[in-house]
């Protein structure tokens, strides 16, 4: 993770505008619990009031490593106890299921030195509130936001994105131009601490809609599933971008780019797909059609296996990784070559 220091105001913007985060955490407090009574003792001094109302359930998610206490469990009710001893009552411990929206807090015991922090988010900040529709092996809008960002593009220039599924590269690509806050219209668990404060909150999001862009450069989705497409068309009407998105049915090798610019694209990859399907040839011939109809552009291609990123005949840079669904990927990133 990646740490900074600030105040509610911090907290609220980092919810509001990271791209690419899963979760806000704010680190709660930190001291040295070698002992059960030690920890409860030293829970109980930290402002839980200002996070939790009395009684109100928590899911309380523990580590334990070279420490005394090494039982995450008892971890757990101690400091569920320390929150009672604290407000009053003591909290119904919950397991974390993020449909019920129920309070996460996280402790870790490394060497006897205790951390808790309490999670500002709730629902992971993928969810942005726009996707009900998903295609087969949707893509979360955190790893599209990161594609982007990491392809290099300049909000400026065409983007094409030939296997769009349910649209969302070209949807945060959309809202990335435009400069929409990605949380703008979701709720956080913030929002439900006592401390709260709504003005401030407001404030926040009216200083974020003062330089909205209304000239996006062209944003071409395309995929030869017509299924898709109702589903990408629909998610990009809920997230407020359709009409800055041309989605169109058609097969790769009928793209019609303009201009020169990114191709920021998902196609279908190991366990996406069935493990009898060869997908060389789909690569290869992608890679033709880029070659063909994309001479000079960048290009960022979003792959689990090495060998289909060869196929296409690309010189790209795979140093960059993420795990997606389980599964670890790589963003092969390169200049579209000319053909001859």
């Not at 009407?237 to 041309?246: K, L, M, P, Q, S």
Request: glycine letters at 8%.
């Amino acid at each position: 993770g990646i740490e900074f220091t600030g105040g509610l105001e911090a907290i609220y913007r980092a919810n509001l505008h990271l791209r690419t985060a899963s979760r806000v955490l704010v680190r709660f407090g930190e001291f040295h619990a070698a002992a059960f009574s030690e920890l409860r003792r030293k829970s109980n001094t930290l402002p839980w009031e200002n996070h939790l109302s009395p009684g109100q359930p928590v899911a309380i998610r523990v580590t334990c490593r070279k420490s005394r206490l090494y039982h995450s469990a008892a971890v757990a009710r101690e400091v569920a106890a320390a929150i009672g001893d604290r407000l009053g009552v003591k909290p119904e411990l919950l397991p974390f299921r993020e449909e019920l929206e129920t309070q996460l807090i996280i402790v870790r015991l490394v060497d006897d030195e205790c951390s808790i922090s309490i999670d500002s988010s709730g629902a992971l900040l993928h969810r942005r509130g726009y996707r009900l529709a998903t295609a087969k092996a949707p893509l979360r809008e955190t790893l599209a936001a990161a594609m982007l960002m990491a392809s290099g593009w300049d909000t400026q220039s065409p983007l094409l994105d030939p296997f769009c599924g349910s649209g969302t590269i070209p949807i945060e690509a959309a809202l990335l131009a435009r400069g929409v806050p990605p949380g703008a219209v979701r709720h956080f668990a913030f929002m439900d601490w006592p401390s709260f404060d709504l003005s401030m909150w407001e404030a926040l999001l009216v200083e974020s809609q003062q330089h909205l862009r209304t000239d996006l450069p062209r944003i071409q989705a395309s995929d030869r599933d017509a299924g898709a497409i109702q589903m990408a068309q629909a998610n990009a009407e809920r997230a407020g971008v359709a009409e800055h998105i041309e989605f169109t049915c058609r097969a790769v090798s009928a793209v019609v780019p303009q201009g020169t610019g990114w191709v920021v694209t998902n196609p279908p990859y190991g366990l996406r797909v069935s493990s009898s399907h060869d997908l060389r040839n789909l690569y290869a011939q992608f890679g033709k059609v880029l070659r063909m109809k994309c001479p000079s552009w960048q290009v960022a291609i979003l792959c689990s296996e090495m060998p289909l990123l060869h196929a296409t005949g690309l010189s790209l840079d795979t140093s960059i990784s993420w795990v997606n669904g389980g599964v670890q990927v790589r963003l092969g990133r390169g200049l579209i070559n000319v053909i001859g």
